[in-house]
């Protein structure tokens, strides 16, 4: 298996524009997990799906960010005005059995948004 | 709530020489914790996991680490550095079905 892919590895764009970010997860996996990475906050969770389906966005810094799931081998997380703020790494992650303490996630290269 | 700290932003090593990166976990239940290791411009891979077996665990590249209950540490170690060794490692405590990242350390490893 591949692992989990992401697209594009960069984006850059000018604030107020849409971005798109995409996630394939590894086949067969059931869970699938959006996170943050920057200085200032570290690894931070965005949103779960289990099962494509979101059990906890919590995380979505706000309405700004959305993320969808619309089958098991495919995830998007948009983010739309974009601001500077939102520029980080975005990395996509998967696992078998999300309920599962004991399982490892997968984790995709991430893709680095930059936001002038 | 489950929580972990690293006690170390940066740790800096002579090639050979042994590696030790701290970690203590707070967790209100017996927690299923793991190390990551984040190289530059890379994603993450697990390096190892406890998961309430033997307390001391062996992963990847020679690493390992020993859970302890009594202190709530989960320090990560290796015997000897090698140049390859460099990067960002996170100790990772579960929290149900979600990981609670710590704020990283990053290792240097001098030739």
């Known amino acids: 298996d591949a692992g989990v892919i992401q697209s594009p590895r960069h984006e850059v764009t000018e604030m107020g524009q849409e971005v798109t970010l995409r996630c394939k997860p590894i086949?067969?996996?059931?869970?699938l997990f959006w996170y943050r990475q920057t200085m200032m906050r570290g690894l931070e969770l965005l949103i779960y799906f289990n099962n494509n389906v979101p059990i906890d966005d919590s995380g979505m810094p706000e309405d700004r960010f959305s993320a969808k799931m619309p089958n098991a081998s495919f995830s998007t997380l948009k983010i739309q005005p974009s601001e500077p703020r939102d520029s980080a790494v975005y990395f996509c992650?998967?696992?078998?059995?999300?309920?599962?303490?004991?399982?490892?996630?997968?984790f995709g290269q991430g893709t680095r948004l930059t936001v002038v | 709530a489950q929580s972990v700290t690293q006690l170390d932003s940066h740790v800096s090593v002579s090639e050979g020489t042994p590696v030790l990166l701290r970690c203590n976990y707070s967790?209100?239940?017996?927690?299923?914790l793991f190390w990551y290791v984040q190289h530059p411009n890379k994603g993450l891979q697990l390096l190892l996991k406890y998961t309430s077996a033997a307390t001391l665990v062996k992963g990847i590249n020679g690493f390992e680490a020993e859970f302890k209950k009594s202190e709530t540490s989960f320090h990560l170690t290796k015997p000897s550095a090698h140049m390859s060794d460099a990067a960002e490692y996170f100790c990772v405590v579960d929290s149900s079905y979600k990981l609670i990242f710590g704020s990283g350390t990053r290792l240097l490893v001098r030739p």
């Open positions: 967790s209100s239940y017996s927690p299923s």
């Open positions: 992650a998967s696992t078998p059995e999300g309920t599962d303490r004991n399982t490892e996630a997968f």
């Open positions: 086949s067969g996996h059931n869970s």
